[in-house]
């Protein structure tokens, strides 16, 4: 039996049993596996590192979606960033009141991979008529956009690759300026315990820009290490402060099934544990 | 001076096959010789886990040879890394060990998979705070040899008693310092300096720990396991013997590793060159041959290496000569002052032990074409029985 172990961290890491490799590129200076294990079905790694599995995308896809989709309560245009694998299209397509998504993906090809080797994670929404699919580099696409967007979703890879540009300042700046003025930034931000830079750094890129700036969390069972944390951006402080009742409204009448998201889960993840609490005000 | 052995006409003719089916020039690396030397230095280093040093020989078939025998491999540049991931080696058997490196040059380690480095100073230190969380690093110390044709302990390494400052400033960087490297030089005539080296660092790993608690589990011992070239070297089991008294010493906990480069691959190549020209100058025969010292034979410059060459003739007459490269240059010759029997043009001229530092520093001066390598009895092909080479 073969095995894949991740190559993130020195002195800790997970291994996968490989059942079939289902497609494996090593060209254009990086590496590109999706193979079958027993346990979380299809995954796919980029470079060593965990990018997604089909058993438990859907945490990582439902929080980074309906998380600002429900505290805004009206949302008509998404932006998402990166996604390729159409997990984050496939949460975002189950909102009526959405008029417009524009997906930001550099590489076709991921796309079209991803249709092909993962086909679960976009469910067909790529054909969806809302949807429309640029390619291009994301903090690119963001410096020159002219459009507004409710909400932008980050859905980037490790800060250390192809997707280093989403966590700059100058990548923030352009977000904001592309935001409605009630409109949420959301960013993926690494599992906090493992990373904890990651959330400190980001911190200080976004305070600039945004009045309401936090982070909220989800345990996503392969970004080990602990909680995954997601960056929250604002000029809205009420945002992140929604009732209870008014979340539990909105879903009820969204009106759609979701397995890791509900209004509970919406209020108690912007909980932050006290370790990430400490670091973020000594750092501030 | 090269020592020169002559065969006769007969015994050139696997090197004449291989020459009318590759051309020439040719470098012939022979897979077997790299398992052979793989498993004489992990039997005379038992319980030391080998990294190959690919820079002497970056070669795929070296790389997938070497694989498959569980070997680890040295890595030091982003080149070198995007070899071994055309070549599927598992990055959690790489280390990048070049004391000195660019942002970008970590960056590619890191997203390659690798995430054991070397250290040698403070300012390369800082350049891991951004990674802090994901490197295990290794402090490089130096251990200057007098006795070897390379010392490597001049240009890198720390002095012993900075592992101390290093080690207590990492940890307030939050870095995790794991283990010890050395190189006691490269083709070392014993193992002297290695047996000091580890002596030292058994001191400096326990001192470590007594003063302040800090855990170090890994040694590399780096290379310097010579190979023989003009002068009898000690074999590799002798030269071995102290090196495993001195690592009894170490605690149990300690992984032992090691970086040959030299050892593994200098016996696996032979590079066949033709006469491509001759003249008599006053006493001399200058034979000028397709590949020379900008080429593969750029060891006798870099490497300080005099290899072994066989000539092939029938006539016992000995002339004095010359051996020369082909380009332009004065200072491509390869042998002089030998006494040969008198070659033709298009005789094949064999140069031996070429595996390691040839073809990796070879150049394009006059661009000349290097030396085609042709691996042979590769990992595939020793099942399958295709080619075999040397049958004597």
């Known amino acids: ?284 | 001076m090269n020592r020169i052995t002559v065969e006769p006409t007969h015994k050139a003719e696997y090197y004449q096959q291989m020459v009318q089916q590759h051309g020439s020039p040719l470098l012939i690396l022979d897979c077997e010789q790299i398992i052979k030397q793989f498993n004489t230095l992990s039997k005379a280093l038992p319980n030391v886990k080998l990294f190959y040093a690919i820079k002497a020989l970056p070669h795929p078939a070296a790389i997938q040879t070497l694989d498959t025998l569980g070997a680890g491999f040295d890595i030091a540049t982003s080149g070198e890394i995007e070899l071994l991931r055309a070549q599927s080696t598992h990055a959690r058997q790489t280390i990048h060990t070049h004391p000195i490196k660019r942002d970008e040059d970590i960056r590619d380690a890191l997203r390659f998979g690798c995430t054991t480095f070397v250290i040698d100073n403070v300012w390369e230190l800082e350049k891991f705070i951004n990674y802090r969380h994901r490197v295990g690093l290794l402090v490089r110390v130096s251990f200057p040899n007098p006795n070897t044709p390379i010392d490597l302990s001049r240009k890198f390494g720390c002095r012993e008693n900075e592992v101390a400052i290093l080690i207590q400033k990492a940890q307030s960087l939050g870095l995790h310092v794991k283990g010890l490297s050395f190189h006691a030089g490269s083709q070392c005539p014993d193992s002297k300096n290695h047996v000091y080296a580890i002596n030292q660092c058994a001191k400096i790993i326990d001192d470590a720990y007594k003063n302040t608690g800090k855990l170090l589990s890994v040694l590399d011992i780096g290379g310097g396991f010579p190979v023989e070239y003009m002068q009898k070297t000690m074999d590799i089991e002798t030269f071995c013997i102290p090196i495993r008294e001195a690592l009894k010493q170490l605690p149990e906990h300690i992984q032992i590793i090691a970086e040959p480069g030299r050892f593994l691959s200098a016996p696996a190549m032979k590079a066949v060159s033709s006469v491509m020209g001759k003249a008599k100058r006053g006493d001399n025969y200058w034979y000028y041959l397709d590949d020379g010292v900008y080429g593969s034979y750029s060891g006798q410059l870099f490497d300080h290496a005099t290899y072994p060459l066989t000539i092939f003739s029938d006539i016992n007459a000995k002339e004095l000569a010359v051996i020369a490269g082909p380009t332009c240059d004065s200072i491509d010759v390869i042998a002089e002052e030998i006494n040969i029997p008198p070659l033709s043009i298009g005789d094949i001229v064999v140069g031996h032990q070429m595996g390691a530092y040839t073809s990796a520093t070879s150049t394009h001066f006059n661009l000349f074409d290097k030396a085609r390598i042709i691996p042979v009895n590769t990992p595939d092909q020793v099942s399958e029985n295709i080619v075999r080479i040397d049958k004597k």
């Open chain 1, 1 to 284: 039996m073969k095995a894949y172990t991740e190559t993130l961290y020195d002195a800790y890491a997970q291994e996968f049993s490989v059942d079939k490799i289902y497609f494996e590129n090593k060209t254009d200076h990086q590496h590109l596996i999706i193979f079958e294990n027993a346990k979380f079905g299809r995954v796919m790694a980029l470079d060593g590192i965990i990018q997604t599995t089909e058993a438990d995308e859907f945490i990582y896809h439902e929080m980074l979606t309906h998380l600002p989709l429900m505290a805004h309560g009206n949302v008509k245009r998404v932006l998402i960033i990166g996604g390729g694998d159409g997990g984050m299209l496939r949460e975002v397509c189950k909102h009526s009141s959405v008029e417009h998504i524009t997906q930001v993906e550099i590489d076709d090809q991921v796309v079209e991979m991803c249709k092909e080797y993962l086909p679960n994670h976009s469910a067909g929404t790529y054909d969806d008529p809302r949807v429309h699919i640029v390619i291009d580099d994301g903090a690119n696409f963001v410096h020159k956009c002219a459009d507004k967007f409710d909400v932008i979703i980050s859905d980037s890879t490790d800060p250390i690759g192809p997707g280093d540009v989403l966590f700059t300042a100058t990548f923030y700046a352009d977000c904001k300026k592309c935001l409605t003025d009630d409109g949420i930034l959301v960013t993926q931000n690494g599992v906090a315990y493992m990373q904890l830079d990651e959330v400190t750094t980001t911190a200080k890129r976004l305070q600039p820009y945004f009045s309401d700036q936090s982070f909220y969390s989800a345990a996503v069972p392969t970004y080990i290490g602990g909680i995954m944390t997601f960056a929250w951006a604002s000029n809205n402080p009420a945002l992140r402060k929604v009732s209870t009742e008014k979340i539990t409204q909105r879903f009820e009448a969204a009106n759609f099934k979701t397995r890791y998201y509900n209004p509970a889960i919406h209020m108690a993840s912007f909980a932050l544990p006290q370790y990430i609490l400490d670091a973020l005000e000594f750092n501030a």
